[in-house]
């Protein structure tokens, strides 16, 4: 009788558990629900993005004047898509991001680009290696700049949302905190971006070393020509404004600043002559 009591209270205490386990189940949909729409009242738009009934497949569903207008199945991924930065200009978008992808949507066509992924740098470590965890629109909406789990900061341009690129990035194994990247316009000049971070999972500050400079290039393709040295400089060549002569010009990107040709004039002549 003994053993049949124990048995019988173990059944009630499991019952209770799974009861238990299904309630906050329910809850944490609720919450991701809460935490996954999106309302545009000046637009008369709500956004959703759900789970079907078997937490597989996930869509984003967008609702006109409370009537369902369209539906889109996203990519494949663990956790619930969110909703992050968005910009309300003439031309109106919203990104999407999950655990390693992200989507633009344009909110005024109502069309959802994507998805994309950062090339991944280094070794990948675990799962969460590759994580989206932080975003900040730069430069009005210009570039997206985006925070991956022990892959570092990257730069997308999004001057055109329906094809938007990672930018070049320049980053020291030995300390990356600073992250640099090139980026040339449709004009064939030159913009700087300094991106820094730390530790933690936050984007601390992001900034323009220069803007609109120009360098001297290839000939034939049009590259710039540039030595990256001692995984901490970029060695290119700059043609001061009105000026056909281009002098040396050396970007610090482990310390996320250009060199002084007077007072770094020393080691500006060093790798000048570094092969």
Known sequence: MKLLDVMQKNIKQLFFVTILLLGCHDVFSQEDDDRNQRNYEDLALKLVISRDTTHTNQYLTIYEKDQRIQSFKLNHEVDLYKFDVDFLGK???LVIRGRYHFYMLD???????????????????DAQSGMLVDMKLFENRHYLIIRALDYGIYCYNLKDIYNPFEIECYVSENFPYHHFFLDKNSSGLYNGIVSYTDNGWDIISTSFLFKEYRFEENDVDK???????????LFLRHYPEKSNVSQPFVIDYREGKILNNTSDKKLIKELSNYE
């Open 91 to 93: 031309q109106k978008f």
């Open 107 to 125: 909110i005024s066509t109502k069309m959802l680009i994507g998805p994309f992924g950062p090339i991944p740098r280094g070794d990948i470590a």
């Open 223 to 233: 590259s710039i020509l540039k030595k990256d040295i001692k995984d901490q400089y």
